[in-house]
């Protein structure tokens, strides 16, 4: 078993600043490694918006709505991922998710790994 657990959501005035991160953790067990991570988004009614993705090895990609604003980072010895959310606007207001496509473990790859959320809400 694996859980993504995100932290870092919180309330902010447009122009601010939050970052957030997601720590994946194998219950029994460790990991081995995670191939590529990303962060989703989603609001009510809306369908889940792909906001940035990191491959192993660093590579990244970010959706035009946040380049230049957001950065994404992970640290692979604590198998975990951030997103450093700069110049924040109303509209980046959601539900942050994390997911994992790949986990692999000892005992065999894990697919479809997602975590529960972090509301991020920008106030204008």
């Known amino acids: 078993q694996v859980q993504l657990v995100e932290s870092g959501g919180g309330l902010v005035q447009a122009g601010g600043s939050l970052g957030l991160s997601c720590a994946a953790s194998?219950?029994?067990?460790?990991?081995?490694?995670?191939?590529?991570m990303a962060w989703y988004r989603q609001t009510p009614g809306k369908q889940r918006e792909l906001v940035a993705t990191?491959?192993?090895?660093?590579?990244?990609y970010y959706a035009d709505s946040v380049k230049g604003r957001f950065t994404i980072s992970r640290d692979n010895a604590k198998n975990t991922v951030y997103l450093q959310m700069n110049s924040l606007k109303p509209e980046d207001t959601a539900v942050y998710i994390c997911?994992?496509?790949?986990?692999?473990?000892?005992?065999?790859?894990?697919?479809?790994?997602w975590g529960q959320g972090t509301q991020v809400t920008v106030s204008s």
């Open positions: 997911n994992a496509p790949i986990i692999r473990t000892a005992r065999g790859s894990l697919y479809h790994n």
């Open positions: 194998g219950s029994i067990f460790s990991i081995d490694s995670i191939d590529s």
């Open positions: 990191i491959t192993k090895g660093g590579d990244t």
